[in-house]
């Protein structure tokens, strides 16, 4: 554990409960996508790493030992997420996450890509380093971990979904996802139809582009969701795409880091 101690570091933001990002179901779907897009030789380090469990087997584990108890993992929470106020233009938004300190997403997903790539890290070491990428890329995905400070995420912003109480982030952590009543095998295969070239082209861009496309993403949310106001299928319909495009989108991309890295 040596190697993933050394980047725990403590930060204010540890504070709040970020929420859990796109809920079991919403990830074990980017899970089975990226495992669908794995090379031949990804395929057998991944074996060599979790045996004959698929991803999406350990693609929510990052979340569950948020319940651990002991304060191992408790630094880790920062990972999920970076908040960031609303950007414009690609340029402000890298300078604005490479000015932020404390590990976040950002910082993250580099540091877990190297443990795996390192030959000295140790087994078990890279075992965990790839649940934590497994989920971390999954999150980038979700738009609202590159929402913004002032309402963490989304969690301060309170509204309904079919009478419920619940808040934006957790909306499209689980809420939207759990409307559609797809199982993850059944979403992944419906979601993961693109085109050869379709997929390249998903696929291409740096992990800064990636962040941003997820930012603009979360500022289109924000647009369009009124604090206090009770949604229904006037919501759903409105962003039915958004969530099939950012599942989707998720799945490639893991798919292409752990095809880099594996």
Known sequence: MKHLKLAFVFTFLLAYNFGYSWGTTGHRV????????????????????????????????????????????????????????????????????????????????????????????????????????????????????????????????KLKFFGQDTNLHALWDSKLIDFTQYSYTEFARVLDVKSPDEVKQIQDGTLEDWLYDSHLQANRIYANSEAGKSYAYDYDYKFEALLERQLLYGGLRLAKVLNDIL
């Open 30 to 157: 980017v899970a089975q996508i990226a495992q669908n897009h794995l090379t031949a030789k990804a395929k057998r380090h991944l074996k060599k790493l979790l045996g004959d469990e698929p991803m999406a087997y350990w693609a929510n584990w990052p979340d569950f030992i948020k319940s651990d108890t002991t304060g191992v993992w408790k630094s880790t929470s920062a990972w999920h997420y970076i908040n960031i106020d609303k950007q414009n233009n690609f340029q402000d938004f890298e300078a604005a996450i490479k000015s932020q300190k404390g590990p976040n997403l950002y910082t993250q997903i580099p540091i877990l890509e190297a443990q795996i790539k390192d030959p000295n890290t140790a087994i078990k070491d890279k075992r965990i380093a790839l649940y934590f990428l497994i989920h971390l890329v999954g999150d980038l995905a979700q738009p609202m971990h590159t929402g913004r400070y002032e309402d963490l995420g989304g969690n301060r912003i």
